[in-house]
């Protein structure tokens, strides 16, 4: 991913973060995987959102989401608040 996607939709949200799990790729890249209380597998790229600002993505805790879907379908967290 990169800051060139093209998003097929894009959306806002206020959810709560029910569960938080860091991951590594193939290559060794570190991502997000978010459940949300209405939307399961939202992605957490350092190419949309810095990693150095995932630490404020806590469980139990809400947000303003701001979402965009690929053309695959996947869910990739742009930015919150």
Same mark, same amino acid.
């Given at each position: 991913?990169?800051?060139? =996607?093209?998003?097929?939709?894009?959306? #806002?949200? #206020? %959810?709560?973060?029910?569960?938080?799990?860091?991951? #590594?790729?193939?290559?060794?890249?570190?991502?997000?995987?978010?459940?949300?209380?209405? &939307?399961?597998?939202?992605? &957490?790229?350092? %190419?949309? &959102?810095?990693?150095?600002?995932?630490?404020?993505? =806590?469980?139990? =805790?809400?947000? @303003?989401?701001?979402?965009?879907?690929?053309?695959?379908?996947?869910? @990739?967290?742009?930015?919150? %608040?």
């Amino acid at each position: 991913m990169n800051n060139n =996607q093209k998003w097929i939709n894009e959306k #806002t949200l #206020t %959810s709560k973060i029910l569960e938080k799990k860091e991951l #590594t790729d193939k290559n060794l890249r570190n991502y997000l995987v978010l459940k949300l209380e209405q &939307v399961d597998g939202i992605f &957490v790229f350092n %190419s949309n &959102v810095k990693e150095e600002r995932w630490f404020y993505l =806590q469980e139990g =805790q809400e947000y @303003n989401f701001s979402i965009g879907e690929n053309e695959k379908g996947y869910l @990739n967290l742009l930015d919150f %608040s």
